[in-house]
């Protein structure tokens, strides 16, 4: 959470929950290289690395500290959060190819026009000409039937045959783009995004850009045996953005924005959410997502041609076109992009564990963006809706996982965890904010005050 309250949220010793909270609140990074420290102090870096061995190391021991006073009377009103935090945006994560933009626009206005001219065609014809039509349709209803049926199974056998096996979790998926044309176009995206960012690089002198550099040397070093993940070569880029955002382009290039880092509570969340991004490019999800999306708008041509041929007037068309291209999204874009977001969750989650991670903290972070939403009063929307889980079904679907990851932990031979769980202090400071802000109710007066938002947390 960032704001004009700075807050180095829920982790650290037991009574951490005690100042959770403080004005001008700061964490410095305490690493090896004291110029890294100077930089950090500097720069109001807000991580605290405590470490007697270096990052990269498997026996690396991570705890977050806090400098800073607890006010003595909190207004939970005075927090400004963020109000989203998106990772991996499809039009970050998924190259779009070229043809697409010239190829993808002329299918559909060839399938306009036939049906168009189909149902123009049809309005043209004599009474008399229609009824021989629709008799000799009848009589060669069986061949009709076989033809549609033969450009069915068509399909069916160009998608069980362009399917393999994804890396790391075996399961199958459609694959119509080759992967080596496909990082040639994510090549063509990072220069795009270098030219728009060339500006707000931060240097590779910077304490938050060594941060992230060792965070992904770290998980990279620790998953190496993946052969998906030695292939590639992590380049880093930590951008000087506001926006909470992170993406890796197949191809092996990391962008982290500051908001990113001034968003997460310590190196843990910071690696677990690095691992979720670095999973979307060793399962390649980004080819995955393009393959079915351009699989399923060659098949929706199809019905477009219908809907145009069918509807008697254009307004009628547009409108069934817009419907067409709706139930296509919620129905198949949206949860596909909702799954593979579950599954880079799960890898993300592997790498960490196999990085000596606290990976327990990964859902308190899912849990801290629903604080944050509910704290700003943003309306909660559907998950249907959208291209990503709520943060509410994320953070219960880590913690689901959580204990298979604990036990990678163990086979890796990574420290026992020391310290009381992450998710047990974010429930006590909850307590502890909910009773701050009933506190701060008046209690001379019986009115609610309309202009503070009603706080619910599913999670206490």
Known sequence: LSGNTRNCFLTGSPDYYKNFIGKRLRCLLNVSNTEVYKNAHHSSGRFCLQSSRPLGEKTTSLQISSAGQLPHHFSAWNIQ??????????FQAAPVPFFWIIVKPAQKL???????SIR??????PPNKRELFKESARKNKWKI?????SLGVLFVVFYFTHLEETP???RARLLVFGKEHFRELSQMEYDMWMEEFKSKMLPDTDARYQVVERVVGHLSESNKDIPQVSALKWVIHVVDEPGVNAFVLPNGQVFVFTGLLNAVSDIHQLSFILGHEIAHAVLEHAVKKASLVHFLDFLSLIFLTMIWAVCPRDSLAVVGQWIQSKLQEFMFDRPYSRTLEAEADKVGLQFAAKACVDVRASSVFWQQMELAETIQGQPKLPEWLSTHP??????EHLDRLIPEALKIRERCNCPSLSGPDPRLIFKLNMQHLLKSSKDQETPHSTKQDLSKPK???PHT
């Open 455 to 457: 706080l619910d947390f």
């Open 120 to 125: 123009n065609w049809w309005k043209a014809l």
């Open 110 to 116: 060839f399938a306009i026009i036939l049906g168009r």
């Open 390 to 395: 709520s943060h509410e079904n994320r953070a």
């Open 145 to 149: 039937l076989l033809g549609v049926s």
């Open 168 to 170: 790391i979790t075996g």
């Open 81 to 90: 959060v963020i109000r989203s935090f998106h990772t991996s945006p499809s």
